[in-house]
């Protein structure tokens, strides 16, 4: 729920600009006039929102069949997953304003190939990466640091691919392997 409203929310921003840069309307005498409002209303937010745990742990249940996803949204605060499913088959982390730190080192890779795309906005990531499965890593920057492994790159615009020696390994032969796509702006990369 909290997502559709933030998404509302900048659609109707980026309609009243558009609609100003086009001369329809004055919204820019608005923001200029009652710009203090916004700060009010994201402090009564910041207020009145229920303390979100800061520290998530994933797993699985040995009686599921089912691997585990993770599907996460956030806006202004730090994300802190452990992940400890026997079948994890990646998922998406998507971060506005905070850190995202991920520890994938106890987690078993489901067989076959699976994505966990990590996106951040003004904050930095961190993940220990599972053990035993082939690994390959798109990671982009607009501004930040990227350190996958051992190679490093930094300043603007910067882009980092890695692909571990087993990640060629066929499917057939019961491979497992995860794809790790990050993007970054305003923010430090960290694969371990």
């Given amino acids: ?8 929310v900048l659609i109707t921003l980026g309609v009243l600009f558009l609609l100003d840069n086009m001369e329809i309307a004055d919204f ?3 923001i200029r006039t009652y710009w203090p409002v916004i700060f009010i209303l994201w402090g009564i937010h910041v207020l009145l929102r229920k303390k979100q745990q800061s520290h998530i742990e994933i797993t699985t249940e040995p009686s599921e069949s089912v691997g585990h996803l993770i599907h996460r949204s956030n806006i202004f605060g730090d994300e ?6 026997q079948n994890f088959k990646g998922g998406s982390i998507s971060n ?9 080192s ?4 489901a067989d076959g190939e699976h994505v966990l795309r ?3 906005v003004f904050g930095d990531t961190i993940v220990q990466a599972p053990k035993d499965c082939g690994i390959a890593v798109t990671a982009s920057a607009v501004f930040g640091d990227l350190k996958v492994f051992n190679e490093k790159a930094g300043g603007l615009f910067k882009e980092i691919k890695f692909t571990s020696p087993d990640y060629h390994t066929p ?3 019961g491979a497992k392997k995860i794809k790790i796509q990050v993007s970054q702006i305003f923010g430090d990369l960290r694969i371990l």
Avoid at 96 to 104: A, N, Q, R, S
Avoid at 106 to 109: L, R, T
């Fill in 80 to 85: 802190s997953f452990s992940v400890n499913s």
């Fill in 171 to 173: 499917l057939a032969n």
């Fill in 28 to 30: 820019s005498y608005l």
């Fill in 96 to 104: 506005v304003f905070g850190d995202i730190d991920l520890d994938l």
């Fill in 1 to 8: 729920m909290r997502n559709l409203f933030w998404g509302l």
């Fill in 118 to 120: 990590l996106n951040s």
């Fill in 106 to 109: 106890k987690a078993i890779i």
